[in-house]
């Protein structure tokens, strides 16, 4: 079966230190890999999504970065954190789908709380 | 961008009664496919229902089904026998051809013993 490992559960970081979170995948090959961010009783932000590795599409710009160094790990990342960027972070997969047709639902990790102070 | 409208931040039901959450979108694409996600305090997503766009039939998951209108791009959910454990949040998604997957704002759930 599949599986979705996402660290740290929670984190506290003062403003302009550097972020580094990350998702990895077992049990299945070559998936799509998201990043959204949830802001305190709002909806998923979208942020980075990749179907393949080094392939990364930025859905918001901002001073979040996200890599794919391997096929099933997803690192999200910044230089200098800002108070804005906490939050709760989800890093989610899917199989990987046809073009026309996409059916495999999003299958999320714990996420991460994320404070900057 | 896609867009998904929840236009209802917080409702209420009585254990064992029926509530409806409402959704809807935004989408130039014919084909694509629709979630409910339930978020309890854990704050773990978990998928409650899913529907495919060019199936005319609505989905049913146990007390869980969706009133899906494709022309009205409408997709709301239905939760019959309501129970204490579905307190939580519920957000609808979309997803079309490029793999991206959009939420709306989420409805919080409360359930009154």
């Known amino acids: 079966s599949q599986t979705i490992h996402q660290w740290p559960a929670t984190l506290v970081q003062p403003v302009g230190s550097p972020l580094s979170l990350e998702c990895t995948v077992e049990?299945?090959?070559?998936?799509?890999l998201y990043w959204y961010r949830q802001a305190a009783g709002r909806g998923l932000q979208l942020l980075f999504y990749?179907?393949?590795?080094?392939?990364i599409s930025s859905e918001v710009p901002q001073n979040l970065s996200a890599s794919r160094p391997q096929d099933r790990q997803f690192i999200l990342s910044s230089k200098k954190l800002l108070l804005s960027d906490s939050g709760f972070y989800l890093c989610?997969?899917?199989?990987?789908?046809?073009?026309?047709?996409?059916?495999?639902?999003?299958?999320f990790g714990n996420g991460t709380r994320l404070t900057v102070t | 961008a896609q867009t998904v409208t929840q236009s209802q931040p917080e409702m209420s039901v009585q254990e064992a009664e029926t509530v409806t959450l409402s959704c809807t979108y935004d989408?130039?694409?014919?084909?694509?496919?629709l979630f409910w996600y339930k978020q309890p305090p854990s704050r773990q997503m978990i998928l409650v229902i899913r529907?495919?766009?060019?199936?005319?039939q609505n989905a049913t998951e146990n007390r869980f089904s969706v009133n899906f209108q494709k022309a009205a791009k409408s997709f709301s959910l239905k939760i019959s026998d309501s129970q204490l454990g579905d307190a939580a949040m519920y957000f609808c998604?979309?997803?079309?051809?490029?793999?991206?997957?959009?939420f709306g704002s989420g409805t919080k759930l409360n359930v009154k013993p």
């Open positions: 989408t130039s694409e014919s084909d694509y496919y």
């Open positions: 049990g299945t090959s070559n998936p799509n």
């Open positions: 989610a997969w899917t199989r990987t789908g046809t073009a026309s047709s996409y059916n495999s639902p999003l299958h």
């Open positions: 998604a979309y997803v079309g051809n490029f793999n991206k997957f959009y």
């Open positions: 529907q495919e766009a060019y199936k005319q």
């Open positions: 990749s179907v393949g590795i080094g392939q």
